[in-house]
């Protein structure tokens, strides 16, 4: 069972548009759509953010979107801000287990 | 709204057994909305899904810690409970007790207990 592959960090600035990547297999990502993003605060437990590919809890700004293809999954913040900068993990069923990726720092030049 | 809630020993010495504890609160364990689970993060370092209880006592757990892991739940204390057998310095972590949804989504958080392995 291996980690889905996350880039180690990406960064923007605020107002833009970025996309964080999560790459899995034929495994995982490519055949389930129960796809999950988390972000981490320093010091902080995780919190949902996006759950079956696409979908927000409630509380969640619209600014957040999820999507899918094939073996990958995409998060996309819209508008970003000071306050996205944070540890963003993805997560994905897989079979009879659930497989995280190892994390994207984002950093909010 | 829920709230769960580790406890336990904070240092465990290598060879020995770990064992957690995650207390729920704002509704029934027994709950078929949910199932129960825990997941790790080494200092600095990503998150690890250890495994899962369903509210039939079923469980599943990750690959790399079968046969030393055992998650069970305690109804009658609105609790479950992590076992991890024969750990080593590779075990100290943060450890999260969570909620999760039958889409496989973890929608409540523990606030974590660091647990470190040392003699």
């Known amino acids: 069972q291996s980690a889905l592959t996350q880039p180690a960090s990406v960064s923007g600035s605020p107002g833009q548009s970025i996309t964080l990547s999560c790459t899995g297999t034929s495994d995982d990502v490519g055949p389930y759509n129960l796809v999950s993003w988390y972000r981490q605060l320093p010091g902080k437990a995780p919190q949902v953010i996006i759950f079956e590919v696409s979908k927000r809890p409630s509380g969640i700004s619209p600014r957040f979107s999820g999507s899918k293809s094939a073996n990958t999954a995409s998060l996309t913040i819209s508008g970003l801000q000071a306050e996205d900068e944070a540890h963003y993990f993805c997560c994905s069923y897989a079979g009879d287990s659930v497989v995280f990726g190892g994390g994207t720092k984002l950093t909010v030049l | 709204q829920l709230h769960l809630q580790e406890s336990g020993p904070g240092l465990v010495k290598p060879s020995e057994p770990l064992s957690l504890t995650c207390s729920v609160s704002g509704g029934s364990i027994s709950t078929s909305s949910y199932y129960w689970g825990w997941i790790r993060q080494s200092p600095g370092e990503g998150l690890e899904w250890i495994g899962t209880?369903?509210?039939?006592?079923?469980?599943f757990y990750n690959p790399s810690f079968r046969g030393r892991v055992t998650i069970s739940v305690d109804t009658s204390k609105n609790q479950f409970s992590l076992g991890l057998n024969y750990v080593s310095a590779a075990d100290t972590a943060r450890y999260y007790c969570?909620?999760?949804?039958?889409?496989?989504?973890?929608?409540?958080w523990g606030q974590g207990m660091l647990v470190t392995v040392s003699s």
């Open positions: 209880v369903y509210n039939t006592g079923s469980t």
């Open positions: 969570v909620s999760m949804l039958v889409t496989y989504h973890f929608d409540n």
